[in-house]
Structure formats: structure tokens, C-alpha cells
């Protein structure tokens, strides 16, 4: 048996599989039609409320495409009379998480942990995800510098891994 945390399936977007997300993009898609269809979105943390307990209490699925999960968003919506907010619903992508750390450990040297970086994100781009969640910086750091303590070179490769991380976050924003 696979337990997940707080009871939500997988999310399934290609041969991608999302085990951790919040509400804030599902929120944002929201904001997103209710601007386009010229309104404004009533009871907002009731509908993400109820969309919450569906995932976590009455959804049978262990595993649910984005797109089924944005279908039976619409059939909600449709059924609590926003069907004008149904209409103008547009799928977006949960942020993914990407541990550089891990990246790190698999390419330890900086040029092709950045190379390695890059590729991951444009598959992740090509599945439509554009938003990121980059974990474990400082780890990643140590592995590129191979040490077990951190130093002043450490935080120097810090500040400049943040800046990489930074370039993509940005480009994520224009999409």
C-alpha cells in the first residue's frame, strides 16, 4: 500500500508524476478565467476548499491526469452555476519540484551540472510545466565543491547557483 500525503492522488502530466502541490496554482488558474470572462470569482477559498476535500476525502484515484482533474474543476464549477468561469478555464501546471542536489551528486562539476539543469527544466517545458521549486541548494553546493564542510567558496558557488536558479524562475514568469 503507498501512502500519501494528505490523501491526494498523484498528479499525471506526460510520464511526469507530481506528488507534492498546494492550492496556489489551482487558485491562480481560477483568477485566471474569472479575469478573462470579466468577473470576479466569488467564494474563492470555498471553491479551493471543496476542491481540497474532494482530492483528500472522496477522489478514488491514487493517480489523475491534470487534465482530468481540471475536467472535473469545470463539471464543479458548471454544476455551482460558474459556468462562465468553466468556459474560461485554461489548464495550468502545479510548480514542480526539482532538487538541484540530486542533479548535483549525478554531474558534480559545475558546467555540466548547469548543462544537466538546463536539459531537465526544457523537459519539464515541454510537458507545459513553467513553474519550478528548486530544492536542496546548499547540498548541491557541497557536491559541486566536494566538501563536507561549508566555506567562503561554498557561499560564493551559493550566490551564483541562486543566480542560475533566478534566470529560470524569471523565464518561468514569462510564460
Given at each position: 500500500m503507498i501512502g500519501f500525503r494528505n490523501n491526494r492522488p498523484l498528479l499525471k502530466l506526460g510520464d511526469c508524476l507530481i506528488t507534492e502541490y498546494g492550492e496556489q496554482w489551482l487558485a491562480d488558474a481560477l483568477e485566471h478565467a474569472a479575469r478573462r470572462a470579466g468577473t470576479t470569482l466569488p467564494f474563492k477559498e470555498d471553491l479551493l476548499a471543496?476542491?481540497?476535500?474532494?482530492?483528500?476525502?472522496?477522489?478514488?484515484?491514487?493517480v489523475m491526469k491534470v487534465s482530468e482533474l481540471y475536467a472535473r474543476l469545470r463539471r464543479m464549477l458548471t454544476e455551482v452555476g460558474l459556468e462562465h468561469l468553466a468556459k474560461e478555464l485554461r489548464?495550468?501546471?502545479?510548480?514542480?519540484?526539482?532538487?538541484?542536489?540530486?542533479?548535483?551528486r549525478s554531474v558534480p562539476f559545475w558546467l555540466f551540472f548547469a548543462c544537466e539543469l538546463k536539459k531537465q527544466v526544457e523537459e519539464l517545458r515541454g510537458h507545459g510545466i513553467t513553474r519550478y521549486c528548486f530544492t536542496g541548494r546548499k547540498e548541491c553546493?557541497?557536491?559541486?565543491?566536494?566538501?563536507?564542510?561549508?566555506?567562503?567558496?561554498?557561499?560564493?558557488?551559493?550566490?551564483?547557483?541562486?543566480?542560475?536558479?533566478s534566470r529560470y524562475e524569471e523565464q518561468a514568469a514569462d510564460y
Open positions: 471543496s476542491v481540497r476535500y474532494y482530492l483528500e476525502h472522496e477522489c478514488d484515484l491514487s489548464e495550468e501546471m502545479p510548480p514542480m519540484t526539482v532538487c538541484v542536489a540530486e542533479i548535483a553546493v557541497m557536491a559541486l565543491r566536494g566538501r563536507k564542510r561549508w566555506d567562503r567558496s561554498c557561499q560564493s558557488l551559493l550566490e551564483d547557483l541562486d543566480f542560475l536558479l
